[in-house]
DNA sequence: CCTACCGATCGGTAGG
DNA sequence: CCTACCGATCGGTAGG
């Protein structure tokens, strides 16, 4: 993963990967930039020396997040496949990202909230559009009649939350497979919407 | 509902109450003792006359919630019902508590990770419980033909998780009614499953 | 990158 | 239920 590369190879970087790890487990308000700093192995204070403030932490994570989200569902919309595909492409997208990358994700998806002005309009706006645009894809799904008569917002929500399930998968350290838990995944919400 | 009148009736229903309220939209650690005091409508140093601790509060709402869930799913697993049957009525249950009782489900979907022990210990315990009678739920209908052959720990996390999506629903003021919802909801989750 | 420190705010208590 | 206050901890800065 060059994200991931690039947050080992800098100390910003380094500080952002563990401000995810401590941010997902204690969440972004009990976390304290002590706490974080001895993540990192420094004093508190020097933490200024690479981030402007606690907040720009949460920034760099949750936009990184929307960015990757956008490039996604953007080239899904342009590539020639029916919806259904488009579908299960987004879906293994999201599957994949929540077990790959999944401190970042969470965070982006849980801790949002904590984001100041401008950051908390233009997060919520970007997070509307792109369940937009995936609610326009089992639209037209719809009325190609390949899906299911169904409430495509409500559709959306149910999937996207359907992944995040994988949160608690994560961390039991199951028997099933990463493979096999996406395939369950894509066969349980795949038949669901499928006509 | 009796819990919400009991919510109502006292000081301390009163609190928790808007404890819940705040605790979704700001989270636990981002919710000051002083906030709470001010929609209550008296000093923070007040609020201690009718609970011990910050830490109480969340205990109240977490276990309450914990009890209603534990309650139902005995009742279900009693229940005369197939395994499909009986998954249906808990879907529409925890609908229901998600149309209903929003403020308490979020919190004690979302915020237990801020119990201190032995609560935590306890709580997760509850909460591993009931996704392990849920799944045995779900095992038992692959058994018995009623349901396709997936791995019944992943599809609850997928079926509880997909609940929770509504969240989003309430917050959007959407155009679609709570009874549709519902059946667009079991309609997609139960077809998922089905063989 | 550290030492030393700031003002603000936190959960909670004493005493009435 | 309030005023007055406590020690602890917070995010962040000055200065080197």
Not at 3 to 20: D, E, F, T, V
Not at 29 to 42: F, H, K, N, Q, Y
């Amino acid at each position: 993963m060059a994200k991931n590369q690039r947050k080992k190879a800098s100390k910003k970087g380094l500080i952002l990967k563990k401000a995810a790890i401590m941010f997902r487990e204690k969440g972004f308000a009990a976390t304290s930039m002590r706490d974080l700093a001895e993540a990192v192995g420094i004093e508190a204070a020097s933490l200024y020396n690479h981030i402007r403030s606690k907040n720009e932490i949460l920034e760099a994570i949750c936009f990184d997040m929307a960015n990757v989200y956008n490039t996604t569902i953007e080239s899904v919309e342009a590539s020639k496949q029916n919806s259904i595909q488009k579908i299960e492409q987004l879906l293994r997208f999201h599957i994949a990202q929540m077990t790959e990358n999944y401190e970042d994700v969470y965070v982006a998806d849980r801790e949002w909230k904590h984001l100041d002005e401008p950051y908390l309009s233009n997060f919520k706006t970007q997070r509307s559009n792109y369940r937009k645009k995936f609610a326009a894809i089992i639209e037209d799904g719809i009325h190609k009649n390949e899906i299911k008569k169904i409430d495509a917002p409500t559709a959306v929500l149910i999937l996207l939350h359907a992944v995040s399930g994988i949160e608690s998968w994560h961390r039991s350290k199951a028997k099933i497979s990463a493979k096999e838990l996406e395939d369950n995944m894509v066969m349980i919400m795949i038949d669901g919407l499928r006509k």
